[in-house]
């Protein structure tokens, strides 16, 4: 079960990685990318669903017993000053690993039948997708300065999200 607490920055890591493949396929191919909706959704769920399945295996293991497991690496170092970066995993962090990821993947399925006509429907799943790395990284932080990042990121994709009919008045109002 060791292998399985070295692979879990796949989490947060899987639905970035979405993320940043259809916002830069939106940046660069925009009419390609928009055409290909179905495969864009699936992809991005298929990647958070992944993310579940090991959030899973990772309660399942915190439940037999299995300790804390942290894993840090030094980020940044000036004098006697060392800024480490990293993950830990432990019952609660588990637990909120399934719960984000079920969530986030039962609100990416509804999405695709509730917005699978209106333009925006590829940008939308980009933006969830960076909102479920976002909190899944604030999961399993082990120190403030990363808190401090991924919390700034769940704010700016919320931000996103609540703007996201920009062109639309009455919705745009609540992101000013």
């Known amino acids: 079960m060791e292998g399985l607490y070295q692979y879990a ?6 639905p970035l990685l979405g993320a940043m493949v259809v916002g830069l396929g939106l940046i660069s191919y925009s009419q390609a990318t928009s ?4 495969r864009v ?17 990772l309660l399942w293991s915190q439940i037999n017993g299995h300790e804390t497991y942290t894993q840090m690496f030094e980020w940044a170092a000036a004098g006697d000053f060392r800024l480490s970066m990293g993950y830990t995993i432990d019952h609660l962090t588990a637990l909120m690993l399934v719960i984000v990821t079920t969530v986030a993947f039962l609100v990416m399925v509804y999405t695709d039948g509730y917005m ?3 333009p925006g429907y590829v940008r939308f ?23 401090y990042i991924f919390w ?25």
């Open 41 to 57: 959704a699936i992809f991005i769920v298929s990647l958070l669903g992944t993310a579940m399945v090991l959030s899973f295996a």
């Open 125 to 147: 799943y980009a933006y969830l997708s960076l909102f479920s790395s976002s909190m899944l990284g604030l999961v399993v932080s082990p120190n403030l300065v990363q808190i």
């Open 152 to 176: 700034e990121l769940v704010g700016v994709s919320s931000y996103l999200l609540i703007g996201f009919w920009y062109d639309r008045k009455a919705a745009a109002l609540p992101s000013w």
């Open 116 to 118: 699978a006509h209106d």
């Open 35 to 38: 055409n290909l909706r179905q």
């Open 9 to 14: 920055w796949l989490i947060p890591v899987l």
